[in-house]
């Protein structure tokens, strides 16, 4: 996503980057490292692991010399602390406002990517802690959150892409003031884009191909190779799972529905399955279009991942779900649950649940904060077979979301398959 100051910021969940840093009134040349260490974990570890790439371009990033190459940002105070196990951390405290932390002026070097990672924790309960970096023009860019926890470390990974030269300050924010942030070993790395071009040819060298070998031999000389042979080999079905949305107008035009079939073997319906579509009117289901879509995709040998059950934003629900008091809601999300779930069973190999329930909670809001939960739990006993999801936006693409983070993500995800009764259970 591009801000007005010249950046792109996202999650960097498997990313590569390259070079220089001016910090503290000093250039420095930061080490070359021409791969990006997607090593991460979601535990809470009783120590911080070491920082990523020896800091990058950070001075002092595990804090050996104090609060050398750090300032206070904004109001509150900042001191270097020392464990029982002599390792030593920064402390953000008497903080006022959310950005109150500690900072470090790094430069930005354009059509660069950063990648940022640091160890996090706060004094007392669980909070979201983000990375933000600080122009000039006093705007903050965010790069990147985790939920971080009292008594362990959390390990905040993110980054940022410069679309322009600039200097920026790099600080913590947390929204609760009146707890502490406590970081450690912090990096950031810079890349080029011919360096995470390289990682990416890489890693498809390692993961998407692989070796095959062919022995030919004579049908009615067992065991006996063919020498000399020529062999012609035709693809006839990718074996990637490569997909598309699909909408009711390839019901309209053979067209639409060569070119679809000769290319995807996946597909979810872009509206066709969700409730809006199937009972306009209260009471009046109406299934065609869904159905055709189905038996068009099953003739073709194309997997469908069902979309949706319910949907978590009031907007899109039909406008008779809207008035609906609580009794009569939960009456009619039994009735549609029962409906859709029952009526494609063992037809699909996934189906989103409650859409976008990260974001909204218009069914938690009037049936209780278990509602997610007993709809998966619901949906699983009609259904075993099809996965079930939790479908959401801005989960890798924009870090600045906080309410899609990967923390917030596991955390919900935690709530909603451990809640007693639920069948479905969300693993590590």
Excluded at 121 to 146: I, K, L, M, P, Y
Excluded at 199 to 210: F, L
Excluded at 281 to 306: C, H, L, P, W
Aim: with cysteine.
């Amino acid at each position: 996503m591009k801000s007005s100051s010249g950046f792109n910021m996202f999650l960097f969940l498997s990313l590569t980057f390259a070079l220089l840093s001016l910090g503290s009134g000093q250039i420095m040349q930061a080490v070359f490292n021409d791969y990006y260490d997607s090593s991460a974990t979601t535990q809470c570890l009783a120590e911080p692991g070491s920082p990523m790439y020896g800091g990058g371009v950070i001075l002092n990033p595990e804090f050996i010399h104090g609060s050398s190459g750090w300032t206070v940002f904004g109001h509150g105070a900042i001191e270097v602390r020392t464990s029982y196990t002599n390792n030593r951390f920064m402390v953000a405290h008497n903080r006022k406002r959310p950005s109150d932390s500690f900072s470090q002026k790094v430069q930005l070097e354009k059509g660069m990517f950063y990648a940022f990672s640091a160890w996090v924790q706060v004094s007392q309960g669980s909070e979201t802690v983000a990375v933000v970096f600080g122009t000039r023009d006093g705007e903050f860019v965010g790069g990147g959150s985790v939920v971080a926890e009292q008594g362990c470390w959390s390990l905040l990974k993110g980054g940022i892409a410069a679309n322009s030269s600039s200097p920026v300050d790099v600080l913590f924010e947390s929204k609760n003031t009146s707890t502490e942030i406590w970081v450690d070993n912090i990096a950031l790395q810079p890349f080029s884009k011919k360096q995470w071009r390289n990682y990416q040819d890489e890693s498809i060298e390692k993961v998407r191909k692989s070796i095959v070998r062919f022995q030919i031999t004579y049908a009615n000389k067992r065991g006996l190779g063919v020498g000399g042979a020529n062999v012609l080999i035709k693809q006839i079905k990718p074996g990637f799972p490569f997909g598309c949305g699909m909408n009711f107008h390839i019901l309209e035009s053979a067209d639409y529905q060569n070119w679809f079939a000769s290319r995807f073997r996946y597909t979810t319906f872009t509206n066709a399955m969700k409730w809006y579509s199937t009972e306009t009117k209260q009471g009046q289901e109406n299934y065609t279009i869904a159905d055709a879509m189905v038996r068009f995709a099953q003739g073709n040998d194309i997997s469908i991942r069902g979309h949706n059950v319910f949907w978590d934003n009031q907007k899109y629900q039909p406008d008779w779900v809207k008035t609906l008091s609580p009794d009569d809601l939960r009456k009619a999300a039994e009735k549609r649950i029962n409906s859709v779930v029952s009526r494609y069973a063992g037809e699909l190999i996934a189906w989103d649940v409650v859409n976008e329930n990260l974001h909204f909670s218009f069914f938690e809001d009037n049936l209780g904060e278990n509602a997610s939960s007993m709809y998966y739990s619901m949906a699983y006993e009609l259904d075993p077979t099809p996965r079930m999801f939790l479908n959401e936006y801005n989960t890798i693409e924009y870090s600045g979301d906080e309410k899609a983070s990967p923390g917030t993500t596991r955390r919900s995800s935690r709530r909603y398959f451990r809640t007693p009764g639920t069948r479905i259970y969300w693993q590590e």
